[in-house]
């Protein structure tokens, strides 16, 4: 399918053929032999698919587009330091090839115009010190420039020697530069890497994954190979961002806003950090050495693609997607009723709060002001739907789950299984539960050891106490008593698999038991844990199934055995106790259907 993307590029390409003003850079005599009316567009993704229109094949020099390339080689090579110590920062307002130094320091305002691109050059392999030949040197700079682009590129040697038999201007700068100590050594041989530099051969698909390589943080999208360590890529972008477009930089950050470099080839290449790479090539040029088309069509794709890298008109991202008060939805534990009955008054004290998208710092003030400002004792953050945390929102989050501690309060996370995206895998604190259900259960614990309710979960109860007796006569209760059987249990045991014939309803009367369902990958889900009082098994019986779940032993403990074919034949036998006990058997489904009704409605699902 011809993408729609397609389309627009073309509608584009013809948008800025009628753009005809300008004129090819002849100061470079061999640049002036082009067809002035050659004009491709490309769109490279992060991900390496390219999105081309026009002339995108045709090879035309790099010229200053290199400067940005070499500035990151200069950096990685020579360091940080070093090569700050040489070229400043600084937008200068300059024409690109101004003569112009900073009166004090001496230093070049940036490496984007010709006296700080020079500089750039010479810091390449470590700089004039670091005993490397300019022929060694011109090969690293071919090799970065290659690795960007994601093939082996090459100098056009007729455009160099062009430059060079006129580069008297840049040689001006040279020496300038030398008499400031700025450049070591000959500024004759830097010059004529320089030179050599700028006319290596790139056509205007090389230049949009280029751009793209930048976009996706150093990493070409399409070899995989890393062009730029990490670390320089946001310098490398803010001098391309300030100082890019020489004099025109202003106008170009308003009326574009992503980070460029022109070349007087006809060349632009502009980003947006993260998302894509463009190149425009066109060879008449402004009065400020940008080509024409290019600083047209790069206008129109910030606009109609919203580009602009400061454009704020959406709000951050409301990073609390939902949150979950375990009073209105409790874990699968099922407890006894003194336990339930604490916990409806004072479950809201214990919340789980979702997150949702990107947690940058101001989602992650929001969710810190929500979870110390409300009523919460005890809290657990759920980060499984969060994209990214970012490493100053981890330290908030942890210093949040500190400070909570000290207030007597408590913090915990729920986490991705296989990620670790708060970095406390092998740490006790803070606790990290992998489903939301286990995070809700260890809220209401916590909550019901500071309510007073550490006692009332039990482990055994009485046969006249069990849910399933509710409204039982006496002599009903010792009826029903001769049908049941004993079956102690132990921990780990399998009670009853998925696929089962149901045979029997289970009357859990000491330990804990829980239910739960495979997953398609490998894990479970958990549908229940019950506390003795509480009845397995029955909705198979009164269904005549097979069992949906597996039901397994949590600890050791007692059950009473209800045979499926004695509770049928109360039917007829002993049809009050029959309707008594389906009753309370229905009861407790409900219960169950209701709760799992209530988690389908919620925003995440079933909200494991
Ligand atoms: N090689 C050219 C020069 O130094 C590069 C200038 C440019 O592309 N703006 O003059």
């Not at 050594?185 to 290596?200: H, I, M, N």
């Not at 229940?528 to 009164?542: C, D, K, N, Q, R």
């Amino acid at each position: 399918m011809r993408s729609p993307i397609d389309d627009y590029l073309h509608g584009l390409l013809e948008r800025c053929r009628a753009q005809d003003g300008g004129a090819v850079a002849d100061y470079i005599p061999e640049l002036a032999r082009v067809d002035p009316e050659l004009t491709g567009i490309c769109l490279a993704t992060i991900d390496g698919h390219v999105y081309e229109a026009g002339d995108t094949h045709v090879p035309f020099t790099i010229q200053s587009i290199s400067k940005p390339f070499a500035y990151a080689m200069a950096l990685e090579d020579a360091g940080v330091a070093a090569v700050e110590a040489r070229i400043d920062v600084e937008p200068s307002g300059d024409a690109f090839n101004s003569i112009s130094l900073d009166p004090a320091s001496g230093r070049p305002l940036n490496p984007m115009i010709n006296a700080g691109a020079i500089t750039s050059t010479s810091l390449v392999s470590g700089g004039a010190g670091a005993g490397v030949s300019g022929e060694e040197r011109l090969g690293r700079i071919v090799a970065g420039l290659s690795r960007f682009a994601g093939r082996p590129l090459a100098v056009d040697e007729d455009v160099a020697a062009s430059e060079s038999a006129t580069g008297h201007r840049n040689r001006a700068i040279g020496w300038m530069l030398r008499s400031r100590g700025i450049l070591d050594g000959d500024p004759d041989a830097t010059l004529e890497v320089y030179f050599r530099q700028c006319a290596v051969g790139v056509d205007c698909r090389d230049l949009s994954l280029m751009a793209a390589t930048l976009a996706n943080g150093g990493v070409h999208p399409l070899t995989g190979e890393r062009a730029l360590a990490r670390e320089h890529v946001q310098q490398v972008l803010s001098v391309m961002t300030t100082c890019g477009m020489y004099d025109a930089a202003g106008n170009w950050m308003v009326r574009v806003g992503l980070p460029a470099k022109s070349g007087v080839g006809g060349g632009i290449l502009a980003l947006l950090p993260g998302q894509l790479g463009l190149a425009v090539f066109s060879p008449r040029l402004d009065a400020w050495g940008n080509s024409v088309r290019g600083v047209f069509a790069c206008g129109e794709l910030s606009r109609d693609l919203d580009l602009h890298f400061l454009r704020a008109s959406r709000p951050a991202h409301v990073a609390i997607a939902a949150r979950h008060p375990v009073d209105r939805e409790p874990s699968r534990r099922r407890r006894p009723a003194a336990e339930r009955e604490l916990l409806e008054r004072v479950g809201r004290r214990g919340i789980v709060f979702e997150l949702q998208g990107d947690v940058l710092v101001a989602s992650a003030e929001r969710i810190i002001r929500a979870v110390s400002s409300e009523p919460v004792d005890v809290a657990a953050i759920d980060l499984r739907d969060a994209e990214y945390v970012d490493p100053p929102s981890v330290r908030l989050l942890h210093a949040t789950a500190a400070r909570l501690r000290e207030q007597g309060r408590e913090l915990a996370f729920v986490e991705r299984a296989g990620r670790d995206a708060l970095g406390v895998a092998d740490a006790s604190e803070p606790l990290v539960f992998p489903d939301r259900d286990s995070a809700s259960e260890w809220i209401e614990d916590r909550l019901l050891a500071r309510h007073g309710g550490g006692g009332l979960g039990r482990a055994a109860c009485s046969l006249d106490e069990h849910r399933l007796m509710r409204e039982l006569s006496g002599e009903q209760l010792a009826q029903l008593a001769a049908l049941l059987q004993p079956r102690p249990f132990a921990a780990g045991e399998l009670i009853a698999g998925v696929g089962e014939q149901a045979t029997e309803v289970f009357l859990l009367m000491r330990g804990e038991l829980s239910t739960s369902v495979p997953l398609p990958d490998g894990g479970r889900r958990r549908l229940s844990t019950v506390t003795p009082g509480w009845t397995v098994g029955e909705m198979a019986v009164l269904g005549e199934g097979a069992r949906t779940a597996d039901t397994r032993a949590d600890t050791d403990g007692d059950l009473l055995l209800l045979a499926a074919d004695d509770f049928h034949a109360l039917a007829d036998g002993n049809p009050a106790l029959h309707a008594a006990l389906l009753r309370n058997m229905l009861t407790g489904a409900y219960e169950l259907a209701a709760q799992l009704t209530r988690e389908l409605g919620r925003p995440s699902g079933a909200g494991a």
